[in-house]
């Protein structure tokens, strides 16, 4: 029975894309703990937030066998939108040799990011990290972090592309996918 148990396990991680033996794909923050609240320096500064739109580092380890480049995405998906969410953050072509991201990586010029990584605007309307935001007096946000292992070395997307271009093209070249979410509310005044 143990043995028929092991097998079907085994059968169910290589068919997700996970050798048996090896790591899941994960990805962490050592600024915040899966669910727990991004700080205030995380917060964007501007819309009425007063923070220093600090993003924050990140690790991660296990990417699938065949991994040629990783795109990061960080939506809102508690933002009252109507619906669509909110986009913080669409960074691409970052190198597989990366295993992290330092604090403050998303700068708006992309001096902190690895040598040939891209960004898009957010849905602030700027390239780079928009921290979160809430409208004041919400209940928590999440701020889903999601880092995709792609089977491309380069995303191919023309110029001005937005985060639906981006979310579109990326999960075509997927291997795989790894998620952190941190909480954020906007302090009372």
Known sequence: MIVKMFVRAASLLTTLG???????????????????????????????????????????SGAPAGTKSFALLLHDP??????????????????????????????????AMPKGSKSV????????YGGPCP?????????????????????????GAHAPVVGFVVNGKTLGKASVTGMYARPSK
């Open 18 to 60: 996970v050798a048996p033996g090896a790591h899941a794909f994960t990805l962490t923050s050592p600024d915040f703990q899966p669910g727990g609240a991004l700080a205030d320096a995380q917060a964007y500064n501007g819309m009425g937030c007063t923070g220093q739109n600090v993003s924050p580092a990140l690790r991660w």
């Open 78 to 111: 508690d933002a009252p939108t109507g619906g669509s969410g909110w986009w913080h953050w669409i960074a691409y072509d970052i190198p597989a040799s990366t295993t992290e991201l330092p604090r403050d990586a998303g700068k708006a010029d992309g001096s």
């Open 121 to 128: 605007a957010n849905d602030y309307g700027t390239p780079g």
């Open 135 to 159: 409208p004041e007096g919400d209940k928590p946000h999440r701020y889903v972090f999601t880092l995709y292992a792609l089977n491309v070395d380069k995303l191919e997307l023309p110029n």
